[in-house]
């Protein structure tokens, strides 16, 4: 894990395994210092490009650091707090992995995930 970093959109860099988290309020937040729009992950120990994004809700924040060892650059989304300009310029999908990972909460209140016709993405 040394050889990872972790760099959110809204507070710069992180631990993949933030322990300071387990005494506050969620301890979940242990994962990835917790909730965030827009976080990247680069694996510095694999050279070539390989890509996963994730369009995730907080709970997959356990799972992506699992990941780490198949990836260069795992890329983790969270549609419900992101301004989707963002979105469109930050993420290429060309030769990348996607997962949607969402918990049943949130597939089953699917209001948040929209398809943008127009531009050909999830809104």
Known sequence: MENITVKHLEYGNKKVYDLEKLTGPDAYDVFLSGASSYIEITNNNIQDNTTLIIFRDSFS??????????????????????????VKEKLNFENADVLFLYSTLIINSSDILKVNVKHGIIQ
């Open 61 to 86: 924040s356990s799972l992506a650091p699992l990941l780490t060892p198949y990836y260069n650059k795992i890329i983790v989304v969270d549609l419900r707090y992101i301004d989707f300009n963002i």
